[in-house]
């Protein structure tokens, strides 16, 4: 909720703009991220203190327009409309600032007080580029400041005009840019006819140029507002504007050139794109070098990784001499049990898939901040179109051949939500290397020479099932009209800032291990509690009644209860399916968390499983692992990007589903062949 003592700042930009960093960089920590009321696109608010005064920051959708061509340039025109923001900060990338003034022309005549960034001055400079933010100032008559939002040293010009913009209320001057749409005379007709506040803040200058657009939604409001007689009227000046956007758009370019004349001094420099830039934009060798791209940065996030799977590791030893100490001195089995068995070894096997997590945000949050990222996007943008993607989403497809959770951290840098949900939900058909690690260990066991034949099917199947899948999830994620290729500019190189992004990186490591442990623990605790018996014997256990009971149930997709149970299991960890099906065919002791997130078997496990598991049934299994939920932090870790518990469980049901369906058709499929 806003704090009515608090200012509210609206931060309104292009994509690429430096939105998110300026925001991170304001608020650190002071964060929350959810989806606009009855939308599916992220909102982010935060808060921070200046001088003894507490601001909220709204970071409005990146859009290129306030257009109702989307529903972020609704969300972000509304909110504006609102009445919520006390000043709007409109961001502008100072490097090519032709284009990226746009949003600044569509600004013209909202009476929101305002103020400009010129973000990426240092790029600016790099190129040779000195501007003038002073005269600008006087030409807009809103404070400009120059900044380059990583450094956030160097933010007191940014503060001065923020305190301006707010007690001065500075208003965009437009007048000349309003002089230029006067020479269209159906404009001046259209703009005539316009009643007052037909949109709060919205003046008839802004509204008049909607119209000539053909925003349907500005067409709707102003006709709601005119009196019977004179809605005709004005339906025939509209319908008599002849390429209204051609028209308004060459003059906010006309205006913007006007705004630079004078103000931006430009030495030549020797441009030259580099090899690496040929390569990766190279029609033929563009695919390849952003996937040895993707693959290179997937090895070196085990590299910061490292670190963090040695802590996990640490605490992993700890359980047995802590439970033989709990029980020495007098402490409850049952309790020791739970500290030891479930909450440590949950933080342990936590705190190393975190590893991994951080290691992948900040490798590809590098790559995102330097350039490389846009690159991606562009080379398969018109792959990944077909399935309503963007060309980013060919990045989480690829790290998730090592880790879910980290192939769903990878999506971070997909601004639609739309597109980042239906993202996850493909990429989790793409089996992780925990599956990788057990599946052909399963396959070789039970047919031998004929593993590579499996493997080969495995593969088919994902590329059917991540299409099917498409075909599912799209069309409520992602509208038809949107999937097609992008016309975009890519923005020139970058130098890292190290501290803003190491903030950013701990700032969503954090966030995710909080989301993670309570996701681990609870439902660690409830196998294991399921699974405990003061006898130590199996047979005597809830989960071994639950299971023969459902057994009729699990046959039917070739599982008997034992195969079904590490099913259940591969949805904590792959590797604990194996660890559950250990303790089962012993027949002694509770299932431990330890089985179930690391593996644990007994010595003689291949030959447990082929004299208790037919070939029909382990290759039922095999298919009902592989494209069973990844694990349950990689489920923590879909919620923690998409922020919506509707759809975080519609994949886990829908992947749940399809594994069982698999499963009974490779089980009957088995049964012809042996």
């Given at each position: 909720?806003?704090?009515?003592?608090?200012?509210?700042?609206?931060?309104?930009?292009?994509?690429?703009?430096?939105?998110?960093?300026?925001?991170?960089?304001?608020?650190?920590?002071?964060?929350?991220?959810?989806?606009?009321?009855?939308?599916?696109?992220?909102?982010?608010?935060?808060?921070?203190?200046?001088?003894?005064?507490?601001?909220?920051?709204?970071?409005?959708?990146?859009?290129?327009?306030?257009?109702?061509?989307?529903?972020?340039?609704?969300?972000?025109?509304?909110?504006?409309?609102?009445?919520?923001?006390?000043?709007?900060?409109?961001?502008?990338?100072?490097?090519?600032?032709?284009?990226?003034?746009?949003?600044?022309?569509?600004?013209?005549?909202?009476?929101?007080?305002?103020?400009?960034?010129?973000?990426?001055?240092?790029?600016?400079?790099?190129?040779?580029?000195?501007?003038?933010?002073?005269?600008?100032?006087?030409?807009?008559?809103?404070?400009?400041?120059?900044?380059?939002?990583?450094?956030?040293?160097?933010?007191?010009?940014?503060?001065?005009?923020?305190?301006?913009?707010?007690k001065d209320k500075t208003s965009l001057n437009a007048e000349a840019l309003e002089k230029r749409f006067e020479e269209l005379d159906t404009y001046r007709n259209?703009?005539?006819?316009?009643?007052?506040?037909?949109?709060?803040?919205?003046?008839?200058?802004?509204?008049?140029?909607?119209?000539?657009?053909?925003?349907?939604?500005?067409?709707?409001?102003?006709?709601?507002?005119?009196?019977?007689?004179?809605?005709?009227?004005?339906?025939?000046?509209?319908?008599?504007?002849?390429?209204?956007?051609?028209?308004?758009?060459?003059?906010?370019?006309?205006?913007?050139?006007?705004?630079?004349?004078?103000?931006?001094?430009?030495?030549?420099?020797?441009?030259?794109?580099?090899?690496?830039?040929?390569?990766?934009?190279?029609?033929?060798?563009?695919?390849?070098?952003?996937?040895?791209?993707?693959?290179?940065?997937?090895?070196?996030?085990?590299?910061?990784?490292?670190?963090?799977?040695?802590?996990?590791?640490?605490?992993?030893?700890?359980?047995?001499?802590?439970?033989?100490?709990?029980?020495?001195?007098?402490?409850?089995?049952?309790?020791?049990?739970?500290?030891?068995?479930?909450?440590?070894?949950?933080?342990?096997?936590?705190?190393?898939?975190?590893?991994?997590?951080?290691?992948?945000?900040?490798?590809?949050?590098?790559?995102?901040?330097?350039?490389?990222?846009?690159?991606?996007?562009?080379?398969?943008?018109?792959?990944?179109?077909?399935?309503?993607?963007?060309?980013?989403?060919?990045?989480?497809?690829?790290?998730?051949?090592?880790?879910?959770?980290?192939?769903?951290?990878?999506?971070?840098?997909?601004?639609?939500?739309?597109?980042?949900?239906?993202?996850?939900?493909?990429?989790?058909?793409?089996?992780?290397?925990?599956?990788?690690?057990?599946?052909?260990?399963?396959?070789?066991?039970?047919?031998?020479?004929?593993?590579?034949?499996?493997?080969?099917?495995?593969?088919?199947?994902?590329?059917?099932?991540?299409?099917?899948?498409?075909?599912?999830?799209?069309?409520?994620?992602?509208?038809?009209?949107?999937?097609?290729?992008?016309?975009?500019?890519?923005?020139?190189?970058?130098?890292?800032?190290?501290?803003?992004?190491?903030?950013?990186?701990?700032?969503?490591?954090?966030?995710?291990?909080?989301?993670?442990?309570?996701?681990?623990?609870?439902?660690?605790?409830?196998?294991?509690?399921?699974?405990?018996?003061?006898?130590?014997?199996?047979?005597?256990?809830?989960?071994?009644?639950?299971?023969?009971?459902?057994?009729?149930?699990?046959?039917?997709?070739?599982?008997?209860?034992?195969?079904?149970?590490?099913?259940?299991?591969?949805?904590?960890?792959?590797?604990?399916?194996?660890?559950?099906?250990?303790?089962?065919?012993?027949?002694?002791?509770?299932?431990?968390?330890?089985?179930?997130?690391?593996?644990?078997?007994?010595?003689?496990?291949?030959?447990?499983?082929?004299?208790?598991?037919?070939?029909?049934?382990?290759?039922?299994?095999?298919?009902?692992?592989?494209?069973?939920?990844?694990?349950?932090?990689?489920?923590?870790?879909?919620?923690?990007?998409?922020?919506?518990?509707?759809?975080?469980?519609?994949?886990?049901?829908?992947?749940?589903?399809?594994?069982?369906?698999?499963?009974?058709?490779?089980?009957?499929?088995?049964?012809?062949?042996?």
């Amino acid at each position: 909720m806003t704090d009515k003592n608090e200012t509210v700042i609206a931060l309104l930009g292009q994509p690429n703009s430096g939105k998110s960093t300026l925001f991170n960089a304001l608020t650190g920590l002071r964060q929350h991220v959810g989806n606009w009321p009855g939308k599916t696109v992220e909102k982010k608010e935060g808060r921070f203190t200046h001088n003894g005064k507490e601001y909220l920051v709204a970071d409005l959708p990146g859009t290129y327009s306030l257009s109702a061509n989307s529903d972020e340039e609704m969300i972000t025109r509304d909110y504006i409309a609102s009445g919520k923001a006390d000043v709007v900060c409109i961001l502008a990338d100072s490097s090519q600032l032709e284009r990226s003034l746009y949003m600044l022309a569509d600004y013209a005549g909202i009476t929101v007080p305002c103020f400009l960034v010129l973000n990426m001055s240092d790029v600016a400079a790099d190129q040779g580029k000195k501007v003038d933010a002073s005269a600008l100032e006087k030409k807009l008559g809103i404070p400009v400041v120059l900044l380059s939002a990583p450094n956030t040293k160097a933010y007191d010009g940014f503060y001065s005009a923020l305190e301006r913009a707010v007690k001065d209320k500075t208003s965009l001057n437009a007048e000349a840019l309003e002089k230029r749409f006067e020479e269209l005379d159906t404009y001046r007709n259209i703009k005539s006819m316009i009643p007052e506040n037909v949109i709060p803040s919205y003046s008839a200058t802004w509204l008049a140029t909607k119209a000539v657009e053909k925003d349907a939604p500005v067409i709707a409001k102003i006709k709601a507002a005119l009196p019977d007689g004179a809605r005709s009227s004005f339906e025939a000046a509209v319908d008599a504007v002849d390429k209204g956007v051609v028209f308004t758009g060459e003059r906010k370019f006309a205006w913007i050139d006007e705004l630079l004349e004078g103000t931006v001094n430009t030495k030549k420099t020797k441009v030259s794109l580099g090899k690496f830039d040929r390569l990766i934009t190279h029609h033929i060798w563009g695919k390849p070098v952003v996937v040895l791209t993707i693959v290179l940065g997937l090895i070196a996030s085990f590299i910061p990784a490292l670190p963090f799977m040695g802590i996990g590791q640490a605490i992993g030893k700890l359980p047995d001499p802590l439970n033989e100490a709990l029980l020495n001195i007098g402490c409850p089995a049952f309790l020791a049990a739970i500290i030891c068995d479930v909450i440590l070894r949950c933080l342990s096997f936590i705190i190393q898939m975190l590893g991994f997590v951080f290691g992948v945000t900040l490798v590809f949050g590098l790559l995102e901040e330097i350039g490389v990222m846009a690159r991606i996007s562009y080379v398969f943008d018109n792959t990944m179109a077909k399935f309503g993607l963007q060309g980013k989403s060919v990045m989480p497809f690829l790290i998730s051949f090592g880790c879910t959770m980290g192939g769903a951290a990878g999506t971070r840098v997909i601004d639609n939500w739309g597109q980042k949900v239906l993202t996850i939900a493909l990429a989790w058909a793409v089996p992780c290397g925990a599956a990788w690690a057990v599946i052909p260990m399963l396959s070789t066991v039970f047919f031998g020479a004929w593993t590579p034949v499996i493997i080969v099917v495995i593969l088919l199947v994902m590329i059917l099932h991540m299409w099917l899948t498409a075909k599912v999830f799209g069309r409520s994620l992602v509208k038809v009209e949107d999937r097609q290729g992008m016309i975009m500019e890519l923005p020139p190189y970058h130098k890292p800032k190290w501290g803003s992004l190491l903030r950013y990186v701990f700032g969503r490591t954090k966030d995710t291990f909080l989301r993670a442990m309570k996701v681990v623990v609870l439902v660690a605790f409830v196998f294991w509690l399921l699974s405990y018996t003061s006898t130590g014997t199996i047979t005597d256990s809830i989960l071994y009644k639950v299971g023969t009971f459902i057994e009729p149930v699990t046959k039917i997709f070739g599982l008997g209860w034992q195969t079904f149970m590490a099913f259940i299991a591969s949805s904590l960890g792959k590797e604990g399916a194996l660890g559950v099906l250990s303790t089962i065919f012993t027949g002694s002791g509770t299932i431990s968390v330890g089985s179930m997130v690391s593996g644990t078997t007994a010595a003689n496990i291949n030959e447990l499983l082929v004299a208790n598991v037919s070939k029909p049934e382990a290759l039922a299994l095999i298919f009902a692992m592989t494209f069973n939920m990844p694990c349950i932090v990689a489920l923590a870790a879909t919620y923690q990007e998409t922020h919506s518990v509707k759809w975080t469980a519609r994949i886990a049901l829908y992947y749940t589903g399809v594994a069982l369906l698999l499963a009974g058709i490779a089980y009957y499929v088995g049964l012809l062949i042996w």
